[in-house]
C-alpha cells in the first residue's frame, strides 16, 4: 500500500568512501528523483561515520536518528551535537554476526527502523523475507536474515 524510492549517491572517491542512500517512503506516488537535504530519518550502518561527517545535516527538527552502535542513544545525540529530535541504537553488527556469521547490519537495521516508525507490522516484514529470499538464498540464510530482524526491533533503544 505505500510507493517507495531507493538510491545511492557515491561521491568522487574510488572505493572505501563513505556512501549516502536516500529511500522515500509515501503513500502518494512518487514524482521527485533527488537527493532529499531535509530527512525525516538518518540511518547510520557504520558508526565510525560519526567522527567524520555530519549525519545529522538537515535533519528536520523532530527527526530520528539510528545508529548500528553498542554506545547508548545519549552518548550518540552528545557526539552529534543533538537538542531536537529522537536518537536510537541497535548493535546491528553484533546481531548480524550472531544470527548470519557475518557482519552484514542492514537487515536488523531495518527491524529497528520498523520498530521505530511503525510502518508495518513486524509479521509482515518477516513474512516477506520469507516469500521474496526463498527464491534467492537457502533456508539457513533466510531464518538468520528472519531472526536478525526480530532481534534489532526487540533490542532497540532510544530517546
Do not use: W
Request: proline content about 5%; hydrophobic content about 40%.
Amino acid at each position: 500500500g505505500k510507493y517507495s524510492q531507493g538510491f545511492p549517491e557515491y561521491g568522487p572517491e574510488r572505493m572505501g568512501a563513505p556512501v549516502r542512500g536516500f529511500t522515500r517512503i509515501s503513500d502518494a506516488q512518487i514524482k521527485v528523483h533527488c537527493s532529499i537535504s531535509n530527512p525525516d530519518i538518518v540511518v547510520i550502518l557504520d558508526s565510525t561515520l560519526l567522527d567524520l561527517v555530519d549525519v545529522a545535516d538537515g535533519l528536520t527538527d523532530d527527526g530520528i536518528v539510528i545508529v548500528n552502535s553498542s554506545l547508548p542513544p545519549a552518548e550518540i545525540r552528545k557526539k552529534l551535537k543533538m537538542k531536537n529530535g529522537k536518537v536510537f541504537t541497535v548493535n546491528a553488527s553484533q546481531i548480524a554476526l550472531d544470527e548470519l556469521g557475518r557482519d552484514i547490519p542492514n537487515m536488523p537495521m531495518l527491524g529497528a527502523m520498523l520498530k521505530i516508525t511503525n510502518m508495518l507490522k513486524l509479521e509482515t516484514l518477516t513474512s516477506g523475507i520469507q516469500t521474496k529470499f526463498l527464491k534467492k538464498f537457502n533456508e539457513k540464510i533466510v531464518e538468520g536474515n528472519a531472526k536478525a530482524v526480530k532481534r534489532a526491533y526487540e533490542e532497540v533503544i532510544g530517546e
